[in-house]
Nanobody, 117 residues
């Protein structure tokens, strides 16, 4: 069973930066897509960024130009660099890995990001 373990969340002031990490228990090459999602209090989970096996990285409009998703294949780790953070970025951030065959839709436990002054 695939395990995804997030880290790097915490409290930061508006305008600050954080880097989230997601360590996978197996090779990232076994996944079709890896991505970051977030869920703010009282809201539905939403896509933040996707690192696909093929094609360009995908970002939510709300984070374009501020967040960057990257991956270290040797470490089987996905990252999310978050710059110019805003209070509305406050949420629990989840790592996700998908695969078609064999079917997989795995989630990490989440890491809390709080942006406030």
């Amino acid at each position: 069973q695939v395990q995804l373990v997030e880290s790097g969340g915490g409290w930061v002031q508006p305008g600050g930066a954080l880097r989230l990490s997601c360590a996978a228990s197996e090779s990232v090459f076994s996944f079709n897509d890896m991505g970051w999602y977030r869920q703010a209090p009282g809201k539905q989970r939403e896509l933040v960024a996707v690192y696909p096996r093929w094609g360009s990285r995908i970002y939510a409009d709300s984070v374009k130009g501020r967040f960057t998703v990257s991956r270290d294949n040797a470490k089987n780790t996905l990252y999310l660099q978050m710059n110019s953070l805003k209070p509305e970025d406050t949420a629990v951030y989840y790592c996700n890995a998908k695969r078609a065959d064999p079917s997989l839709d795995a989630w990490g436990q989440g890491t809390l990001v709080t942006v406030s002054s």
